[in-house]
C-alpha cells in the first residue's frame, strides 16, 4: 500500500558526467524530449565549449530545457537564426564542424581513469600537448550517462561550488601539476581551499584540462576514485514512534557516533515536504524548487504530520569530514474520525480491455457504513524520482469516475469510461478511492494498464 504520499528528494552525493564529444558527427535532430547518445555528445560539446552547465547529479542523455538554451546560446554565438535552441541541418553542421575543427591538441595522461587517490596525497596530474602554453586544470565530479527515459536528479551543497578549479595558467613547460589531492581553489576569494571548511567528497571524479581562457580542452577517459581514510559515522539505534494520529507530535531521537570522534551533524526528511516535478533527466529552475538540506547539532526532532499515511522519515548524519550515514524508520498517521481505504484492485500490473467490465475494489480498516466513497483515474506522469522509494507518480484526478457511491468494497466499472460514459483513452493510469469530502485516500501501489 502506497497512501497518498510523495517523498521529496534528499541532497546525497551524486554526480556529473564528463564524456568526450570531439569529432562526433551529428546526422541527427535534436530537440526537447530526445534522449540517446546524440544527446549525451551534443551535452557534452556544449559543455566544453563553455554553453551548458549540466547540475551535479542530472546524467546527460536527455535534452531538456537547460539544453535548449545552450543551443539557443551557441546559436546567437555562431549567427544561426532563428537562435531557438532546435538543432536542425544548420546547426548539427556547425556542431560537427566546431568538434572537429577544435579537436582538443591537449591529452590527459593522468589520472586517466580507474585510479584512486587517497585524498591529501601529493599527487601529479599529467597530460600532453604539442602546441599549448598554459592550461587550466578543474576537477569535475562524475555521474554515468543516463540511458533510461526517467534519470535521477539530485542537488547537493557540493554542486554549487562544482567544478572545482585545480590551477589556472599552468605552464606548458612542466607538462605535470603537482597536487595535494582534494584541494580546489576558492575562486571568489582567489585562495586555496584544502577542502577545511567546505571538503571534497570522496567519489569518482574526472580532470578537465583546457587551454588557458579557451574551449579546447580535454577530459580523463574514465572516472578515477578520491578516497579518505575517514569513517562514515555510525547509527547505534532510533528511538521512534511508530503510530501517531493527525496532528500528534512525535519525538525521534538519533543514537549515532562518530569512529573519528568529530562532531556530528543531522538533517530530518519527514516525507511530508513539498514534491517537485520535473522534466526527467533535467532540471531547469523554472520548473523546479531544490532546497539544500539544513544540519543541525540536535540528534532529537519533533514533527506531526497533517494528513493521514505511511510516512518514511530519513535521517542523515554528516561528520566534520564531510561523510554521511543515512537512517530510515517508518510512521503510520492515522485519523480516528475516518475510514482508512485500501486499494486492492486494480493496485498495479492488471491490464483491463475497454469496455469490459472489472471490479474495482478496496478494503477499509475501520468501516463507516455512511462513508461515501469517490473513484478518480489519473495518468502516469514521467518524472523523476528523486529520493527512493517514491514512484510511481500519477496526476491526482485525471479522470472522475463516479463519486458520492456506497462504502461496500467493490465498484462494476465499465473499463475506458468516467463518471458520464465518456471514453478514456488506452494508457497506464493509477487508481485512486478516497472517501468523500476527505483527503483520506490511497493509490495503486504500480501502475496498470488500459487496452484496447
Known sequence: MKKYLFLAFLAFFVFISVAKAESYNFETNLTIGSSGADVVALQTFLETHSYLVMPEGVPKGYFGLLTQMAVAKY???KGITPAVGYVGPVTRAQITADSQVNQSSITVTSPNGGENWQIGINRAITWTTPTVTYVDIKLIPYQPPCTTEVCPMIVTAHSIRAPFVIANHVSLDTHSYTWRAGDYRDEAADIPNAGASAPIYPGQ??????????????SSDAPFTLSSNDKS???????APTKLSINEKGVWTIRASDPSEGTLSYFAHWGDEPVYMTPAGEASSTTATQAI????QSSSFPHSYDRAGTYTITFTIENSSGLMTQANTTVVVTDPSAPLITVTAPNGGENWKINATRAITWRDSNYNSSAKIDLY??????????????????????YVLDKNIPNTGV???IVGTDIVNNPIPPGSYGLRICVSGTDNCDLSDEPFTLVQ
Open 205 to 218: 571524479y574526472q580532470i578537465q584540462i583546457c587551454e588557458s581562457d579557451t574551449n579546447n580542452c580535454d
Open 293 to 296: 538540506p539544513q544540519f543541525v
Open 411 to 413: 465498484y462494476n466499472w
Open 233 to 239: 559515522p555510525v547509527v547505534n539505534g532510533i528511538d
Open 75 to 77: 546559436q546567437t554565438a
Open 377 to 398: 483515474l489519473g495518468k502516469q506522469l514521467p518524472v523523476v524520482c528523486i529520493k527512493a522509494p517514491c514512484g510511481p507518480f500519477f496526476e491526482q484526478s485525471t
